[in-house]
T-cell receptor, first 111, second 116 residues
Framework: RKEVEQDPGPFNVPEGATVAFNCTYSNSASQSFFWYRQDCRKEPKLLMS???SGNEDGRFTAQLNRASQYISLLIRDSKLSDSATYLC????????????FGTGTLLAVQP | DAGVIQSPRHEVTEMGQEVTLRCKPISGHDYLFWYRQTMMRGLELLIY????????DSGMPEDRFSAKMPNASFSTLKIQPSEPRDSAVYFC??????????????FGEGSRLTVL
């Protein structure tokens, strides 16, 4: 089983739609969680951190469910510019800086 | 401020040749990471350093791969001899620690390697 698993997609959604991505992690000791965004042929960039209480940044909401070892990202009112690959990330376990990336979920927002 | 700088951006080489990828992290960042990205396997952590010391190299595929960080501003990833299955985009990233866990990773633009 992979340490971080995501549905690869693609998710094809119309502009204005709400879309949700899910991710599971295997190491219960993991403490830090993130969503990164990667545009085609570019480097990954941090989108947002994921906190136990859940957090929101504009149209983006991230949730963490430790009991189920599950992370989610919700994007409301999708824009064409949201088209990218979204990478779920966790540290391997405990207080370690070893960050493990999921293989990513491809989002294509259609006009 | 300059971000993470990698070179070369693109390299095409023949099987059996030595490949050296270079990285300059963001000044002041304590951590440096080397990742490899392929369509099939996504982003894989190869090795990471803290204060120039290798902390975890369990992701290095085999003895053909080696990485060094001789000082805080420079790291290399070497493949010798290279094989076609090494073809991938190699990313270097740096970060500051943040509390008890990792901080934001800042990635370079990547080195796209093709081994023929």
């Amino acid at each position: 089983r992979k340490e971080v698993e995501q549905d690869p997609g693609p998710f094809n959604v119309p502009e204005g739609a709400t879309v949700a991505f899910n991710c599971t992690y295997s190491n219960s000791a993991s403490q830090s969680f993130f969503w990164y965004r990667q545009d085609c042929r570019k480097e990954p960039k941090l989108l947002m951190s994921v906190y136990s209480s859940g957090n929101e940044d504009g149209r983006f909401t991230a949730q963490l469910n430790r009991a189920s070892q599950y992370i989610s990202l919700l994007i409301r009112d999708s824009k064409l510019s949201d088209s990218a690959t979204y990478l779920c990330v966790s540290n391997y376990g405990g207080a370690t800086n070893k960050l493990i990336f999921g293989t990513g979920t491809l989002l294509a927002v259609q006009p | 401020d300059a971000g993470v700088i990698q070179s070369p951006r693109h390299e095409v080489t023949e099987m059996g040749q030595e490949v050296t990828l270079r990285c300059k992290p963001i000044s002041g960042h304590d951590y440096l990471f080397w990742y490899r990205q392929t369509m099939m396997r996504g982003l894989e952590l190869l090795i990471y350093f803290n204060n120039n010391v290798p902390i975890d190299d369990s992701g290095m595929p085999e003895d053909r791969f080696s990485a060094k960080m001789p000082n805080a501003s420079f790291s290399t990833l070497k493949i010798q001899p290279s094989e076609p299955r090494d073809s991938a985009v190699y990313f270097c990233a740096s970060s500051l620690p943040s509390g008890v866990g990792p901080g934001e990773l800042f990635f370079g633009e990547g080195s796209r390697l093709t081994v023929l």
